[in-house]
């Protein structure tokens, strides 16, 4: 990363537009469900399609508030999964986090990467420091870990989501 860091900026824009495409491609798979079928258990770390869609909206705005700088983004891991409830609600709060996170992206400079991103977890009292470069990447290797973790269980309720192959965006 400290070799070429407008490389890695570049990418981290590449994998900003890449996470708006995959999130509008699985929501748009989940449109085809029921909202009892999004609510529906299934066996995920979890729990269902909309308990872990909103697990990554939820920690999308953790991490943008951590990048910001806020050593205590006042944000709990159980509200994460069951807010909004409302399909209609969170379609909308995950384009306006899409956005937020592309326009993160778009503000990024090289010397950013050489930041140390801090933060105590769960409101602890042990501060965690970690180079920014980490915590970046971070933010899209989980995106991806959880919409793999959708993808299955969309595909498994016969759901049909888009490509998810990275050559193939647009």
């Not at 872990?52 to 909206?57: E, G, I, S």
């Not at 609600?89 to 991103?117: C, G, M, N, P």
Request: net charge negative.
């Amino acid at each position: 990363m400290n070799a070429h860091p407008t490389a890695f900026v570049d990418h981290l824009r590449l994998m900003a537009r890449y996470n708006a495409w995959q999130n509008a491609s699985l929501v748009a798979a989940a449109d085809t469900l029921s909202d009892d079928d999004r609510w529906r258990a299934r066996g995920a770390f979890f729990g269902s399609v909309a308990g872990t869609f909103n697990h990554v909206l939820w920690d999308d705005a953790l991490w943008l508030a951590r990048f910001a700088g806020d050593v205590w983004p006042e944000l709990s891991v159980p509200v994460s999964l069951e807010a909004p409830r409302d399909w209609e609600a969170f379609k909308a709060l995950r384009v306006a986090r899409d956005a937020e996170v592309s326009a993160w992206a778009a503000s990024l400079v090289a010397a950013d990467l050489q930041r140390v991103i801090a933060w105590y977890p769960g409101g602890g009292d042990v501060r965690v420091e970690k180079p920014a470069a980490v915590c970046f990447a971070h933010l899209f290797n989980h995106q991806t870990h959880h919409r793999g973790q959708v993808h299955g269980m969309l595909t498994a309720a016969g759901a049909v989501p888009g490509p998810t192959d990275l050559p193939m965006l647009g």
